[in-house]
């Protein structure tokens, strides 16, 4: 299709239709357009830059077409083009695309034979991507610059023309085993440090080697800065520079100005596009710190093997990073109760300990599991060596590594190699360096020869309490029979006279109601007796002292912390009021919340472990305080409540029935009152005591020692 130029009525451009085929072979973009912008013709050049073709372009106006816009704006520029009949700058347009261009034009104004504008002849050029390039460029400069400058390495750009000569002539003399004539040849390789020159170095360098400045060190060579030691490394850089490998980088050392040496990393690379050119980038980073570290970690790691081996605790180094792959997927899982759901997946136990390894062992653990070797013990999982008995410790332990707690330690029991069993305290040392590293520290200390001497001493103890209570038993049997032998020797005196005096024609009535009298008395005497050898049996009228109830609750607990570490019961307390007190025996009273706890402890070992809690709360209830123990076991049969406090009442097969009836008997001796109740989950018993309200000794009452009484209470 032939290009036709548009032309306003009256204007002649006798020159234009001869130029439109010159025009198109033009490789800048050429806009021909009328004083009020209409487009009158477009070379090729134009339609390719801006996306739109003749046909779309003629006759619009050129600004609205490609969006033209100027930072003055259009009519200054349009202005500055009338008053010189031409303008040259830059301004921005859009394509067809949408694409934002910075176009730089070059604008001519024509005019017709008269001196009036006719129309304005525009060439242009894009220079968006000329902007960009210019722009790579200086940011790959900036770049490089502040690399070279600002990293916290020495680098050096070295010419190293010289030394390419010198290894040309080696060439020409016939050398070809290269490697041999470099290691060799000291005068040869002497020669080619001191032709290696220093073209520039960044700060770094400066204060790495001690120079003065950059220009101290530009133009000069680096003989001094390769010692003898390290020359074998320049030499292997020789070398690869003939073979082309692109870079070496190795550890050595360098030496400083002042000829102190140091550690380096040392790394020459010939950047692509440099071959040829005869110069190299080299690289040095000071690595006498890592040396330094390097060293002391060494010495470190010697002296934590001798002490790993030399201490009498047997140690273990647990390999748990399967372990912990095993935590973490039950935690995507959603298990926060790890107890009940190994309780309801028991295989995941056995998972568990096939999954912890022994890693290392020390001296002493060798000889504690009678191993002949450590070999005996590596690369074993810890299930052989947990018996039944402390598979209740192991999974406190992985409760403890599950819930990340700081530390654990138990004593417990496992097996030797042999099969023998031991008792030992274990301790878990979870530090989370160690936890990083998938590892755990186990400490073991075998306490056998202890704990079978608490149990010797403990049946001694049970033994003597029996003889004891024997003793006791033949001394108040002996006490009881001394003492009613004589009115039992006087009843039966008194009642063989009666009855002889019955047996006579005549019966004295007097006489007989006088010997009646006499055996009530005798017998009212025995009686007394028998009462008062009880109540000293029983300790009646004991002495009592004011105690906080809260104090006197946390003593009595510290009797069965073991009781709840071996049933796996977790133990909640809260204390409503602790400022209340009583007046109370205080072992009494420890008696009694003794035998609750324990009886609850012993009854949760029906349930899982999930649900034994042993709650133990504190409240005031008016003018008496109350103490509860509460279990979470499967509570008392709603057909013994009523028969609980009797006497030799029991349901235990090896029970006696005393328990809770001697402490009814003392709470109620203490004026207060014994309860016991089902709370749908679980057991509830209360102690109901009189509440004692204490003041204060006045500020001037001062005690025995010299203090103020501040701290004693009266009732």
Excluded at 30 to 37: E, L, R, S
Excluded at 126 to 140: F, H, K, N, P, Y
Excluded at 166 to 177: F, N, P, R, W
């Amino acid at each position: 299709m032939p290009v036709e130029v548009m032309v306003p009525a009256k204007m002649r451009l006798p020159n234009v239709r001869a130029l439109i085929s010159a025009l198109d072979t033009v490789p800048d973009a050429v806009v021909i357009f009328g004083t009020d912008g209409a487009i009158l013709f477009v070379n090729k050049s134009a339609q390719s830059l801006y996306g739109h073709p003749v046909d779309a372009a003629q006759g619009r106006s050129v600004d609205e077409l490609l969006a033209t816009r100027h930072p003055h704006g259009l009519a200054t520029i349009r202005s500055l083009l009338l008053d010189a009949g031409e303008w040259s700058g830059e301004f921005f347009r859009r394509s067809s695309a949408g694409a934002e261009l910075k176009i730089g034009v070059d604008w001519t104004l024509e005019r017709d034979e008269q001196g009036a504008p006719s129309f304005v002849v525009e060439r242009s050029r894009d220079l968006t991507r000329v902007d960009e390039i210019a722009e790579q460029v200086r940011i790959a400069s900036h770049r490089y610059e502040n690399i070279f400058q600002a990293m916290a390495a020495s680098f050096w750009e070295l010419d190293f023309s010289g030394v390419r000569r010198m290894i040309g002539e080696l060439m020409q003399a016939g050398v070809t085993d290269f490697a041999h004539h470099f290691h060799n040849d000291e005068a040869w390789l002497e020669a080619a440090l001191r032709n290696t020159i220093v073209l520039d170095v960044n700060e770094k360098t400066v204060e790495m080697f001690g120079a003065e400045s950059r220009e101290a060190m530009i133009g000069g060579n680096i003989e001094a800065a390769w010692p003898r030691q390290s020359r074998h490394l320049f030499a292997d850089a020789l070398l690869y520079a003939i073979r082309r490998e692109p870079r070496l980088s190795a550890e050595t050392i360098l030496t400083r100005i002042d000829g102190t040496p140091f550690n380096a990393l040392f790394t020459v690379c010939w950047p692509p596009g440099h071959e040829g050119k005869g110069s190299v980038l080299v690289g040095a980073i000071d690595i006498s710190d890592r040396k330094r570290s390097e060293a002391e970690l060494i010495a470190s790691e010697a002296r934590y093997r001798e002490l790993f081996q030399a201490m009498s605790m047997g140690l273990l180094h647990l390999d748990t990073r399967r372990l912990w792959q095993i935590f973490n997927r039950l935690k995507q899982e959603g298990v926060t109760d790890l107890r009940a759901h190994l309780e309801a997946n028991p295989h995941l136990l056995q998972e568990a300990m096939e999954a912890t390894v022994v890693a290392e062992v020390n001296a002493a653990a060798v000889a504690l599991y009678r191993a002949t070797s450590a070999g005996d013990l590596v690369g074993k999982t810890v299930k052989g060596l947990w018996s039944s008995k402390g598979m209740r410790t192991f999974i406190r332990a992985l409760e403890s590594g599950y819930y990340l707690l700081p530390g654990f330690e138990e004593e417990t029991e496992q097996v030797r190699l042999d099969g023998t069993t031991m008792a030992v305290h274990v301790s878990f040392n979870p530090s989370p360096a160690l936890r990083a590293e998938g590892r755990l520290l186990v400490g073991l200390i075998d306490i056998s020869e202890r704990v079978a001497a608490e149990a010797a001493l403990a049946e001694l103890k049970e033994t003597f309490a029996h003889h004891t209570r024997l003793a006791l038993l033949g001394e108040m049997t002996a006490s009881i029979s001394h003492e009613i032998n004589q009115p039992l020797s006087a009843i039966m005196t008194y009642g063989a006279a009666g009855r002889r005096m019955l047996e006579r024609t005549v019966v004295d009535k007097e006489k007989l109601v006088v010997i009646h009298d006499n055996i009530i008395a005798d017998a009212r005497r025995a009686a007394d007796v028998i009462a008062r050898t009880r109540n000293m049996a029983t300790g009646k009228e004991a002495d009592k002292a004011v105690m906080q109830v809260a104090a006197l609750v946390e003593d009595s607990l510290r009797f069965v912390e073991h009781e709840l570490k071996a049933n796996s019961v977790r133990l909640e307390k809260a204390f409503a009021d602790d400022g209340a007190t009583v007046a109370v025996d205080p072992v009494q009273l420890q008696q009694v919340l003794v035998n609750l706890s324990v009886n609850a402890i012993q009854e949760m070992q029906k349930v899982p472990h999930a649900r034994r809690v042993l709650m133990v709360r504190t409240r005031v209830e008016g003018e008496h305080v109350a103490i509860e123990v509460e279990d979470r076991g499967l509570g008392v049969p709603a057909e013994n409540l009523p028969r609980l406090f009797d006497t030799f009442f029991t349901t235990k097969t090896t029970g006696l029935g005393m328990g809770l009836a001697i402490c009814k008997q003392i709470v109620e001796a203490h004026g207060g009152k014994l309860t016991a109740d089902n709370t749908g989950s679980g057991a509830l018993f209360k102690a109901l005591l009189p509440r004692v309200q204490v003041r204060p000794l006045p500020e001037h009452v001062v005690s025995g020692d010299g203090t103020r009484g501040a701290g004693n209470f009266r009732m």
